[in-house]
Nanobody, 116 residues
Framework: QVQLVESGGGLVQPGGSLRLSCAAS????????MSWYRQAPGKERELVAT????????GYADSMKGRFTISRDNAKNTVYLQMNSLKPEDTAVYYC?????????WGQGTQVTVSS
């Protein structure tokens, strides 16, 4: 069965860092583009970053460029999101998504709270 399990969220002070992980199982991970999304309370879910199936190309939302880095390890079926210089407005539930042709899978999310 398909599973995407996010981890690494938590409470961090402004200016701090977190590394999120998303472990995949139940499908051929290396075929799928992977993305991170986030949803803050009362707001729409928004794209954070995306990475192609072989990791060769990445893309970021403008507000994350230079602060966040997406990467993947196809041998470990895992995608990562390194988040630096965190701001209170980065507080949200972070989700990973796998996408291949018309197939899309979502994880359950991990909470990130940036607060002093």
């Amino acid at each position: 069965q398909v599973q995407l399990v996010e981890s690494g969220g938590g409470l961090v002070q402004p200016g701090g860092s977190l590394r999120l992980s998303c472990a995949a199982s139940g499908f051929t991970f290396s075929r799928y583009a992977m993305s991170w999304y986030r949803q803050a309370p009362g707001k729409e879910r928004e794209l954070v970053a995306t990475i192609t199936s072989n990791g060769g190309t990445t893309g970021y939302a403008d507000s994350m460029k230079g602060r966040f880095t997406i990467s993947r390890d196809n041998a470990k079926n895992t995608v990562y999101l390194q988040m630096n210089s965190l701001k209170p407005e980065d507080t949200a539930v972070y989700y990973c998504k796998a996408e291949f042709l018309t197939l899309r899978y979502w994880g359950q999310g991990t909470q990130v709270t940036v607060s002093s």
